[in-house]
């Protein structure tokens, strides 16, 4: 049953992702800054989120382990984009923006580890 959740909550995610990045991309142009920022935007989301969820369900376990599956592993791992990520930072690398993509992969780390944080910090004061 496990196994169904986590497609379940995956498939959504991945339509998330879809939807989030195609509306992000409507809106802004593509790059901000030089950078790919649908991929960052859904990135520190997802960062946020899974900060939220870790509190609730696994500290306080306030949900039922069939909601950390479907959110968690499901949800969150297809609706964050670590692999466009690592493929958007190589093609700054090839077209010679050396200091974007460093930029891009520091901002990208540091901001998506302080939002996880950030978000696990507040949900615990709740």
């Keep these: 049953m496990t196994v169904l959740w986590v497609a ?3 498939a959504l995610g991945a339509v998330a992702r879809f939807l989030l990045a195609n509306d992000i991309q409507a809106r802004i142009e593509h790059q901000v800054f ?3 920022a649908s991929t960052l935007m859904v990135n520190i989301i997802g960062s946020t ?3 939220v969820f870790y ?3 696994v500290e306080k376990g306030s949900f039922n382990p069939q909601l ?3 959110m968690m592993i ?3 791992a297809a609706f964050t984009t670590f692999s466009t990520f690592s493929l958007d930072s190589i093609h700054l690398l090839q077209a010679g923006h050396y200091a974007l993509a460093i930029g891009y992969i520091i901002v990208s780390v540091v901001v998506c580890i302080g ?3 950030l978000a696990m910090q507040i949900t615990r004061l709740i």
């Design 34 to 36: 030089g950078v790919p």
């Design 115 to 117: 939002m996880c944080m």
């Design 49 to 51: 989120v899974i900060g």
């Design 68 to 70: 950390q599956s479907l």
């Design 8 to 10: 379940i909550g995956g």
């Design 74 to 76: 499901g949800f969150l």
């Design 55 to 57: 509190v609730l369900v």
